[in-house]
């Protein structure tokens, strides 16, 4: 296997042309097959580029043009598949904030597999571009000028993957009279006539309680408006 290489426009990584015998696996009984493809005599090959970041090449200690076994391109592979993991990561990180385990589905999404995809989240939240506790504090606060109450958010927040320990010592610091207020703006806004039919008036509380709201709460600003 003959590898060649060329600085990419980044100045971090490094973009490898690699040549390597194209193969087919193939499984017979349990046992594991590798076959070659020839064609008119000669050995058909196939061209792959693989990203690596400069660390990792520098850590392989390979020179133009070196002929390159079985196991050492394996291990070049291996390395750039962690290498795209972080850097699709970093990507989705600069269009929005995420947990670190909804990165790591996103990243599955796209093709990640599961070990690296979760890798490359947890090293991408030691590297400080994910940060729970200042992403549920924005949150927070987005949802309450939403008039969300605290269950509604509590819950938004578990489905994004944030940490329950993290949600629960955030909105802790809220005080339960903003969430108060906010219940009444809510029923000042979007029920300004309350139905006097118990039916309706059930729907309407219900509508209440799925913004995250307690009963206490709902009797309190309906008592108020």
Do not use: W
Not at 42 to 61: N, P
Not at 67 to 78: G, N, P, Q, V, W
């Amino acid at each position: 296997v003959r590898i060649f290489y060329k600085r990419s426009c980044n100045c971090n990584l490094l973009l490898l042309t690699v040549r390597k015998l194209l193969r087919q696996r193939t499984l017979d009984n349990g046992k594991s097959h590798i076959l070659n493809y020839f064609t008119n005599s000669r050995t058909f090959f196939i061209k792959r580029k693989l990203l690596l970041f400069a660390e990792q090449y520098v850590s392989l200690g390979l020179s133009k043009g070196e002929i390159i076994d079985e196991k050492t391109f394996d291990c070049i592979e291996e390395m750039s598949k962690k290498c795209r993991a972080l850097r699709k990561g970093s990507d989705l990180l600069s269009y929005s904030a995420s947990s670190k385990v909804r990165l790591a589905q996103r990243l599955r999404n796209k093709g990640i597999d599961r070990e690296n995809a979760q890798e490359a989240a947890a090293q991408l939240e030691r590297l400080g571009l994910i940060n729970e506790e200042a992403d549920v504090e924005r949150a927070i606060q987005i949802y309450l000028k939403k008039l969300y109450g605290k269950n509604r958010i509590y819950k938004e927040l578990c489905a994004k993957g944030y940490e329950r320990e993290i949600i629960v010592s955030e909105l802790s610091l809220i005080d339960d009279e903003v969430f108060a207020e906010n219940c009444i703006a809510l029923v000042r806004k979007k029920h300004k006539n309350l139905p006097k039919d118990p039916a309706e008036q059930k729907k309407t509380i219900a509508s209440l309680v799925r913004y995250g709201y307690t009963l206490a709460q709902i009797k309190n600003a309906i008592n108020k408006n």
